[in-house]
């Protein structure tokens, strides 16, 4: 049985910092690219960030480009979603998300192993 579980969500600052972790079971993490997509009150679903099968491969939105860290440890299958200097406009529904191979999608069903979600607020 697959499943993607996130955790480490929660209410935070407008600066602060957040931690978010995706545990993986069920299939080969290892030989899959893993993404953060996230859904904001109103505004749909935004493609966060990815990572190639090794970790040494990242990619970012242009709004968190510098803030936010993807990260991976294939040993334990989980990645990992640094948040660095928290904005009210990153309060979103954060989710995990598995695909075979490299895609840049805010479409659900484009990914082929999909999270449950972890609540991030961002307010003061």
């Known amino acids: 049985q697959v499943q993607l579980v996130e955790s480490g969500g929660g209410l935070v600052q407008p600066g602060g910092s957040l931690r978010l972790s995706c545990a993986a079971s069920?299939?080969?993490?290892?030989?899959?690219?893993m993404y953060w997509v996230r859904q904001t009150p109103g505004k749909g679903l935004e493609w966060v960030s990815g990572?190639?099968?090794?970790?040494?491969?990242?990619l970012y939105a242009d709004s968190v480009q510098g803030r936010f860290t993807i990260s991976r440890d294939n040993a334990k299958n989980t990645l990992y979603l640094q948040m660095n200097s928290l904005k009210s406009e990153d309060t979103a529904v954060y989710y995990c998300?598995?695909?075979?191979?490299?895609?840049?999608?805010?479409?659900?069903?484009?990914?082929?192993?999909w999270g449950q979600g972890t609540q991030v607020t961002v307010s003061s």
């Open positions: 990572i190639n099968y090794t970790g040494y491969g990242t």
């Open positions: 069920g299939f080969t993490f290892s030989s899959v690219w």
């Open positions: 998300a598995a695909r075979k191979n490299y895609i840049r999608s805010a479409v659900k069903d484009d990914y082929t192993y």
